[in-house]
């Protein structure tokens, strides 16, 4: 007999989080985090890109890192508890801009040429994960980069539909005449992948 599937968690789980605890998962202070946070810039291939998604602001460490990397980042988050402290954290780098908004539900109405999924996809059910997927390709320009980090023990305290590797896997097992697989690195409790998206007219 098949379980239920779990479901996409919601923006009042986050806000939640948030309320008890500013920085839940320790983003500021987390050696761990520093150090996969390190290993995400170095994987980007491109030392710049002129217009950046990031899906999950969290707090906002990592947007920070990122503006460094991008003329212009538009970070979008479910949580506006969250996405208040990255706002403040942010105030001074004018080339970012934040948005409420909860995928795949809604999606910028953009094209950009570096996506980045870091600790988000395993929130998402499968279904939604699917739809999610559809929209970051359709929204990323050819020759585009899409850069994958996910923690991959299963952590049940968190209730989490997917695992990390079921978030990765799935990516990679797109046709590769739309997504072309550049780097992977696998940590001790994350895993990293960066695809390219493939310029249609080129296949």
Same mark, same amino acid.
């Given at each position: 007999m098949d379980l239920p599937q779990k479901q996409t968690l919601t923006p009042d789980y986050f806000d939640a989080l948030y309320s008890l605890d500013p920085d839940p998962w320790k983003f500021e202070t987390s050696e761990y985090e520093a150090q996969k946070y390190a290993a995400t810039l170095a994987a980007l291939s491109k030392d710049h890109y002129q217009s950046a998604l990031?899906? $999950?602001?969290?707090? $906002?460490?990592?947007?920070?890192?990122?503006?460094?990397?991008?003329?212009?980042?538009l970070s979008i988050d479910v949580s506006e508890i969250a996405q208040q402290q990255a706002i403040t954290r942010c105030q001074s780098l004018l080339n970012i801009r934040f948005q409420l908004m909860c995928v795949p539900k809604a999606y910028p109405n953009e094209q950009f040429d570096l996506t980045v999924l870091s600790e988000v996809g395993y929130y998402w059910c499968r279904e939604d994960l699917e739809k999610a997927q559809q929209l970051m390709l359709q929204h990323l320009e050819?020759? $585009?980069?899409?850069?994958?980090? +996910?923690?991959?023990? &299963?952590?049940?305290? &968190? +209730?989490?539909?997917?695992?990390?590797?079921?978030? +990765?896997? /799935?990516? @990679?097992? @797109?046709?590769? /005449?739309?997504?072309? +697989?550049l780097k992977g690195d696998r940590a001790d409790k994350y895993r990293l992948d960066l695809f390219e998206r493939v310029d249609d007219e080129s296949t």
């Open positions: 990031e899906i $999950g602001t969290s707090i $906002g460490v990592l947007t920070e890192m990122l503006a460094g990397r991008c003329t212009s980042l050819p020759g $585009g980069h899409l850069l994958l980090v +996910h923690w991959t023990p &299963y952590d049940d305290d &968190y +209730h989490n539909p997917l695992s990390g590797d079921e978030v +990765h896997e /799935s990516f @990679l097992a @797109l046709p590769s /005449s739309q997504l072309k +697989h």
